[in-house]
């Protein structure tokens, strides 16, 4: 009985050490005094200090950040208005069209990166933050699709006819009970967005201009220059932002009670 | 009665299935209609046109004399309480009671008024600010007849609002249902598919059946002479006896059944001698007898029960067809395998599908 009960508890304890034990060991060596990663030369926060006088750093991570807040509230309107109009729409083809539009998540992104290059310079467009918040928005808005679409489903189709037949126009009902019904999908499915394109290397590598640099690309040259502990310090700060993002997203979600 | 609900000649099809088959029906200003029917025989599919919420492929809807059959359902002066209530989630009790109200942009203080006025109606004061996954079924109930009631509609339109409830809240909100539909005067047109709900409560039932309505008519009307031997059963639970009429003299007809005779008083439908009839006859009417007397059918008794105060007993007559007999109290007079005689009084024969 008893080894019945514990196996289960060590091989989730395995688990979580295996995928948390690298990031905790990224956030204590941020703190490390010492410029080399094997020794442990007391606490500091010199890192965090150099990290925030890098000027190109700090370049790098501004351009993130607009092209994520931008193309996250692109994919936010697209694909929450897409959502709602293939729910409403009988057509034959629905099923077809939704499954293209969820396509581009199936898709490599080595072969979108080159696709949107491709598209791009036909388009004679300057490569740099248009290019990159266009071919951003682009894969982000399948993610507030589908999780549009999927709290559209659980929503009772009653709710709308009552709202009819309280005198409430098509969009009046839309304001007032669809929106607000599906607004956690909405803002979890921009989150989501907003960390695809806050982490993405590939796609923006094949996107991005001369002058352009965003957070991951410039990690990840630097990376090939030799690794600082800037890095551990840069990511630990990411790591917090991101936390504070799921906790907020999570927090949304409950605030509103969904079904009654 | 001044007619405020007219529906003529609708018809409506999904895909292959007919729906509704040439539905005709007046209702009148303050009167308390119930549809009555099994599941899947058009009812609610009627509610849904006069709300707007369904187009019928054919026929009118007229709302107080206007042709209202294209209008959409936020443009007629209906409110509908769903089955399953459908309350706003996101809302408290107090803002989904004053949707409604917002929605015409009514004096906020009036909101305010008309809404605790609606509350105390339905006697959920005090519940203003839960929200509706806080509340019970029966309170979910009553925010949902508050919600439609407090527009002051012409119609109020019930789909088996009762349907969820357990049978003791089912009892005591019919009541009050029926109560608050007399003190607001505001029609009412109720959509159940249990018999005994639709004869308390109802000025008028209309009886369905497959799309098409079988029988209208005051409870009294459609429960002691129905019209058809569907109604019979459905409404009365009454036995079905199948028989040929010898005779007709003075208002009655002498029926031949089950190698018996029995007498059926004739209304206003007259058969011919010699013509395949049914009869129906409810349970509580059936007398039995030991010993043959000049009316009356032969059977063999097969089966007492006991419920609820009640006795029935089960019988079989000699062409097999089974009918059930049931009187007040329990005193067992006859026994098990006997053979019997039953027979029943000319007025409580009814004869139907003429």
Known sequence: MKNRTKLPNIYLAFLIILMYLPVAVVIAYSFNASRQSSVWGGFSFSWYKELFSDRSLIEALKNSLIIGVLSSGIAGVIGTLGAVGMAKAALKSKGIIEYI????????????????????SLMKLPFGMVTLVIGHASFCIPYVFMMVKARLAGIDKSLVEAARDLGASETKVFLDITLPLISPAIISGMLLAFAMSLDDVVISIFIT???????????????????????????????????????????????????? | MDTILELRNITKSFGKTEVLKDISIQIGKGEFLTLLGPSGCGKTTILRIIAGLEEPDGGRVFLNGVDVTEAEPNKRDVNTVFQNYALFPHMNVEDNIAYGLRIRKTDKKEIAARVAQALELVQLS???????????????????????IVNNPKVLLLDEPLGALDLQ????????????????????????????????????????RDGVFEQIGTPAQVYDLPKTSYVAEFVGNANLIHGRTI???????????????VKATVRDKQPVPGMEVTLAVRSENIKLYTCSS?????????????????????????????????????????????????????????????
């Open chain 2, 169 to 208: 809240l089912r009892r005591q909100m019919q009541m009050e249902l029926k109560r608050l539909q007399k003190r607001l005067g505001i029609t009412f047109v109720y959509i159940t598919h249990d018999q005994e709900e639709a004869i308390n409560m109802s000025d008028r039932i209309a009886v369905m």
């Open chain 1, 101 to 120: 539009s969820t396509l581009p998540i199936m898709i490599p992104e080595i072969i979108l990166g080159m696709v949107f290059m491709a598209y791009f």
């Open chain 2, 126 to 148: 005090g519940y203003n600010k839960r929200y509706p996954h806080e509340l019970s079924g029966g309170q979910k109930q009553r925010v949902a007849i508050a919600r439609a």
């Open chain 2, 294 to 354: 000049q009316t009356g059918i032969k059977c063999r008794l097969k089966e007492i029960s006991f419920a609820g105060g009640m006795q029935k007993i089960f019988l079989q007559l000699e062409d097999g067809t089974e009918v059930v007999s049931s009187s007040l109290g329990m005193n067992l007079a006859f026994e098990p395998n006997s053979e019997l005689y039953m027979s029943f009084d000319a007025n409580h024969g009814v004869l139907v599908d003429l």
């Open chain 2, 247 to 261: 005779e007709i003299k003075d208002g009655v007809a002498s029926i031949e059944a089950a190698g018996g005779l």
């Open chain 1, 209 to 260: 201009g001369p002058r352009t640099n965003t957070l991951p690309i410039k990690i990840y040259t630097q990376l090939k220059t030799g690794v600082t502990p800037k890095i551990n310090a840069l990511c630990t700060m990411m790591l917090l932002c991101t936390l504070v993002l799921v906790v907020l997203a999570n927090f949304i979600g409950r605030k509103k009670p969904v079904k009654d």
